[in-house]
């Protein structure tokens, strides 16, 4: 069976860092892209960023651009994102995907449960 669990979550300052991480197992997803998604109260699951499978091409949504970073280690399973800057309106649940590529959330079959970041101001 496969399983995303994203870890790294947390409260934070305005101004300050958190990185997620993503373990897969049940799978390999070294050939198959990675993404991360955020979902506020209220509001639909958005995109953050996304990655290919051998980490040479990153996307990324205008909102977090300049201030995250998406990465992957593929011997470990695992995907990463480096939240720096973070301001209030990057609080949400940040959830993992694997299995596809691009923004959308209907692109990937494979998704984690969640993990909180609060941004405090």
């Known amino acids: 069976q496969v399983q995303l669990v994203e870890s790294g979550g947390g409260l934070v300052q305005a101004g300050g860092s958190l990185r997620l991480s993503c373990a897969a197992s049940?799978?390999?997803?070294?050939?198959?892209?990675r993404g991360w998604f955020r979902q506020a109260p209220g509001k639909d699951r958005e995109f953050v960023a996304a990655?290919?499978?051998?980490?040479?091409?990153?996307a990324y949504a205008d909102s977090v651009k300049g201030r995250f970073t998406i990465s992957r280690d593929n011997a470990e399973n695992s995907v990463f994102l480096q939240m720096n800057s973070l301001k209030p309106e990057d609080t949400a649940v940040y959830y993992c995907?694997?299995?596809?590529?691009?923004?959308?959330?209907?692109?990937?079959?494979?998704w984690g449960q969640g993990t909180q970041v609060t941004v405090s101001s």
């Open positions: 995907a694997a299995g596809g590529w691009g923004t959308s959330i209907t692109r990937y079959p494979y």
């Open positions: 049940g799978r390999t997803f070294s050939r198959h892209g």
């Open positions: 990655i290919d499978w051998s980490g040479s091409t990153t």
